[in-house]
């Protein structure tokens, strides 16, 4: 059962990372945040869901660091490759209840939970799927293909390539050392920028790759 001392106290900690982030409160549903980071907790007990376990550190690296790639965003259907425990495209959801999510992993466990979470927190544009991307495909196109800690850019793209259409942009979450990764990738068959951004409470810069391949550019 969920936590009233718990949700109560990331919540206070999701409104303050909020506000040092130059973000209202008011604007997110801070509520179901702090409900996904005592499920997430709760999980974590038992299964190794996620190696992050300071509340802190929760907020910061969980929320806020989903949260800072949501202007980057493209249309209304998008895509979480390797989604693991629901990051970033359960808290993107919840932050954009006008798109529809589809959450993508290919361990049971991670989408067992990501199904729960969509349960307890009555989440409606979310479909979580078990599959490796490599097998996945759909009949709608994306507009968006987001990923974290998925791997080497040039794995990402060639993981995603059958997904990316004319209206379709790979964005890839980094850290700060990405200029290697960058070098390996073949510029001209590839539009690519890179975002550079600051989450409070996290020391490193992080990167957003935004990624159009040559044979889809609108």
């Not at 798109?99 to 544009?125: G, P």
């Not at 599959?131 to 040039?154: H, Q, W």
Request: net charge neutral; with cysteine; hydrophobic share 40%.
């Amino acid at each position: 059962m969920s936590s009233p001392d718990s949700i109560s106290e990331f919540t206070t900690l999701i409104t303050t990372g909020l506000e040092n982030s130059g973000l209202k409160p008011a604007d997110y549903p801070v509520t179901a945040f702090a409900a996904y980071l005592d499920l997430l907790e709760r999980w974590n007990r038992a299964y190794n869901l996620t190696g992050i376990r300071e509340r802190k550190k929760m907020v910061t690296h969980h929320i806020l660091d989903s949260l800072s790639v949501l202007p980057f965003l493209h249309g209304d259907r998008c895509l979480d490759v390797g989604t693991g425990a629901g990051l970033p495209g359960l808290i993107l959801a919840l932050a954009t209840p006008g798109k529809q999510w589809t959450l993508l992993d290919s361990n049971r466990k991670k989408i067992r939970f990501v199904r729960q979470a969509i349960l307890e927190l009555n989440i409606c544009n979310i479909e979580a799927v078990c599959s490796r991307v490599e097998d996945y495909n759909t009949d709608k196109p994306f507009a968006t293909v987001i990923t974290r800690a998925f791997g080497r850019l040039n794995v990402a793209i060639d993981c995603t390539r059958h997904l990316l259409t004319s209206t379709t942009a790979l964005m890839v979450m980094k850290g700060e050392d990405i200029l290697p990764e960058l070098e390996d990738l073949d510029k001209s068959t590839m539009q690519v920028k890179v975002h550079n951004i600051d989450v409070p409470g996290i020391s490193k810069r992080r990167s957003l790759i935004e990624i159009r391949t040559v044979s889809t550019l609108s």
